[in-house]
């Protein structure tokens, strides 16, 4: 069966270090989205890709990064850590349904900068 | 103001009992609309997608009024298995496969 995957389920780092988040996804979709999750603001969009080697910045991007150089994968990178970037991190991936895209989801990163 | 805008809740109801949430959407050019589940600390899932016209899924009824610019979920004979978060999506008209998700509406279904 088709499943979206990521890696690590479960992160603490420093702050100012370098994290990358893995997504993995066997639909074969060309859209890939990453999201992170916080009390009161519910999924806000980091960046997202529509095909191999295409990026777009979401509404917060600043201080994260992705690349796509492949199909099935889209890893989102914190350059430098900071205490704000504690979340939980989704990632989906979507394609055509009858009423219009529908996204799956990965099973999120929790992540904690100390 | 929020792109998409829903009750925080929680909605405590009984079993048995029919609840309904409401969403309001900003963007009066949005294509497309769901509504998705999201347990306690695990991903969304999507419940159901919103026609124009209305549509019923065994128990869950949405409803679209493109005019007021909201959106309903209704879920009649409520099951202890139905407490979660329920997430109002939009898609906006100018990036097709982007999606802006409400915070989300808390129900807690009791014995």
């Known amino acids: 069966d088709a499943e979206i995957t990521q890696s690590p389920r479960h992160k603490i780092t420093e702050t100012g270090r370098q994290v990358t988040l893995a997504c993995h996804q066997t639909?074969?979709?060309?859209?890939m989205f990453w999201y992170r999750q916080d009390l009161g603001h519910g999924l806000r969009l980091i960046h997202y890709?529509?095909?191999?080697?295409?990026?777009n910045k979401g509404e917060v991007s600043d201080g994260y990064s992705v690349s796509r150089s492949n199909t099935e994968d889209l890893p989102l990178t914190l350059e430098s850590a900071a205490s704000s970037q504690t979340s939980v991190y989704f990632c989906?991936?979507?394609?055509?349904?009858?009423?219009?895209?529908?996204?799956?989801f990965g099973p999120g990163t929790r992540l904690t900068v100390t | 103001r929020k792109e998409v805008e829903q009750d925080p809740g929680p909605f405590n109801v009984p079993e048995g009992a029919t609840v309904a949430f409401n969403c309001t959407y900003s963007?009066?050019?949005?294509?497309?609309f769901f509504w998705y589940r999201q347990d306690c600390r695990k991903e969304p899932k999507l419940l159901m997608s919103?026609?124009?016209s209305g549509n019923e899924d065994g128990r869950f009824t949405a409803q679209l009024n493109r005019a007021s610019q909201y959106i309903s979920l209704l879920i009649r004979d409520s099951k202890l298995s139905d407490s979660a978060t329920y997430l109002c999506?939009?898609?906006?008209?100018?990036?097709?496969?982007?999606?802006?998700f409400g915070a989300g509406t808390r129900l807690a279904v009791h014995p």
């Open positions: 989906a991936s979507s394609g055509p349904g009858l009423a219009g895209p529908e996204q799956y």
């Open positions: 639909w074969n979709h060309n859209n």
């Open positions: 890709s529509y095909g191999v080697h295409d990026t």
């Open positions: 963007n009066s050019a949005s294509q497309s």
């Open positions: 919103v026609y124009s």
């Open positions: 999506v939009v898609s906006p008209s100018g990036g097709y496969n982007k999606l802006i």
